[in-house]
Nanobody
Framework: VQLQASGGGLVQPGGSLRLSCAASGSVSSINFMGWYRQTPGKQRELVAGISSGGSTIYADSVKGRFTISGDNAKNTVYLQMTSLNPEDTAVYYC?????????????WGQGTQLTVSS
């Protein structure tokens, strides 16, 4: 299963952006879809996640500003980001976990850069 992330770029503080991540290949079911981010010298951290049942989890730093959603028909996960600030600058990675037939998988996207700067 391959993931293709898109939507990163340069945004001014206070701006908004939406990231997308589409899974392709033999996907039988998806259990979890999430977005992580990483800055130089720091560990990758979970930003937001959504389960197959629709339950969501957010990092405290993005609660109220970011919204994760999934389109099961398209095997796609989105991250709508608002009120962006320079601390949100990072490489964002999507992760999707599920099953391909009887085999479980956990795939990562290639990363997309978000820069928040004036």
């Amino acid at each position: 299963v391959q993931l293709q992330a898109s939507g990163g770029g340069l945004v001014q503080p206070g701006g908004s952006l939406r990231l997308s991540c589409a899974a392709s290949g033999s996907v039988s079911s998806i259990n979890f879809m999430g977005w992580y981010r990483q800055t130089p010298g720091k560990q990758r951290e979970l930003v937001a996640g959504i389960s197959s049942g629709g339950s969501t989890i957010y990092a405290d730093s993005v609660k109220g500003r970011f919204t994760i959603s999934g389109d099961n028909a398209k095997n796609t996960v989105y991250l709508q980001m608002t009120s962006l600030n320079p601390e949100d600058t990072a490489v964002y990675y999507c992760n999707v976990a599920g099953r391909s037939g009887v085999i479980g998988f956990s795939s990562w996207g290639q990363g997309t850069q978000l820069t928040v700067s004036s």
